[in-house]
């Protein structure tokens, strides 16, 4: 099992892990006990996701949590693992409006929770806010393929990069997202190949959600991976039996994750055959 963290987790440590082909793993967590549980279990990356939207306040989508709330939890995972990297993640509403309010509440997230970075759901609108939250020195995750907060566009949780089209369009904005000054990317829900594309042609850390093996990290909202929700996405890995200690849960994630037998390829979503083939043409070309 992997020993518990015994120091600081930074950014640099991923970038790390991009260099050595070290694999990374990441689970999110919302609560001061679990985070404890998780350093000492030796997660060394935490997301405190807007998925609590779901699973600890129960609404249907991420769209309903507010950012006070986010900001409470991440300073409590922070109290309770203090060595991990941690990032916190804004919620729906709180960015939006404008670079002055997204400034401002990034600020505010980072000053109020101590996270060491901040997730943002990005489409090119975003590409300038990103450019003045890095200026400012915040590391930005900039999280592109599926985008929970976008799901009234995108008509539902469903994969994203299916066509050669869609999957350029990924590539293209991971590229732009790193030149404004993103310090790290999460895939969420997109074919390993365009995660591979995504990797092959930027620098940055890339952290998987169901992105396939290619990633230099991976990350899986903790209750599915506890089997404590009632759906579980296709990529969560099977760790048996929901009673077995919660510890040897999250350290057996790790040591899969770092072993490198998760994901494998029953985790990974499928571009059809026609769509891969003139993907991997555009991308020659
Ligand atoms: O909010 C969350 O937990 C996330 C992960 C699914 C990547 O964004």
Redesign the pocket.
Same mark, same amino acid.
């Given at each position: 099992m992997p020993a518990p963290l015994t120091r600081r987790m930074t950014l640099n440590d991923l970038r790390a892990a991009r260099q050595s082909g070290e694999r990374v793993a990441m689970l &999110?967590c919302y609560d001061f006990t679990t985070a404890q549980l998780m350093q000492k279990a030796g997660v060394p990356t935490l997301?405190? *996701? #807007?998925?609590?939207?779901s699973?600890i306040l129960g609404h249907e989508s &991420?769209l309903s949590v507010g950012l006070d709330f986010m900001i409470e939890l991440t300073a409590a995972v922070r109290r309770g693992a203090p060595l991990a990297w941690m990032v916190g #993640?804004m919620p729906f509403g709180s960015y939006q409006g404008s670079i002055g309010q997204g400034v401002n509440n990034v600020c505010r997230m980072v000053k109020l929770s101590g996270c060491d970075g901040v997730?943002l759901?990005v489409a090119e609108g975003h590409l300038k806010l990103v450019r003045r939250l890095t200026d400012a020195g915040v590391a930005i995750v900039a999280?592109l393929g599926l985008r929970?907060q976008a799901v009234g566009l995108l008509g539902g949780y469903r994969f994203q990069g299916r066509t050669a089209d869609e999957a350029m369009r990924i590539v293209t904005l991971a590229q732009r997202m790193e030149k404004a000054g993103a310090a790290a990317l999460?895939l969420?829900a997109v074919p390993a190949v365009v995660a591979k594309a995504v990797v092959e042609r930027t620098t940055l850390p890339v952290?998987g959600? *169901?992105a396939g093996r290619y990633c230099h990290g991976h /990350? /899986? /909202?903790t209750p599915d991976l506890l089997g404590w929700t009632e759906r579980k996405p296709r990529f969560v890995p099977d760790l048996g039996n929901p009673n077995r200690p919660v510890d040897e849960m999250y350290g057996e994630y790790v040591r899969r994750v770092s072993e490198r037998q998760y994901p494998a390829d029953e985790h990974d979503y499928e571009m059809p055959p026609a769509e891969q083939a003139d993907f991997a043409a555009r991308l020659k070309g």
């Open positions: &999110t997301l405190v *996701g #807007d998925s609590a939207s699973v &991420t #993640d997730k759901e999280h929970p999460l969420e952290i959600c *169901g /990350v /899986v /909202v």
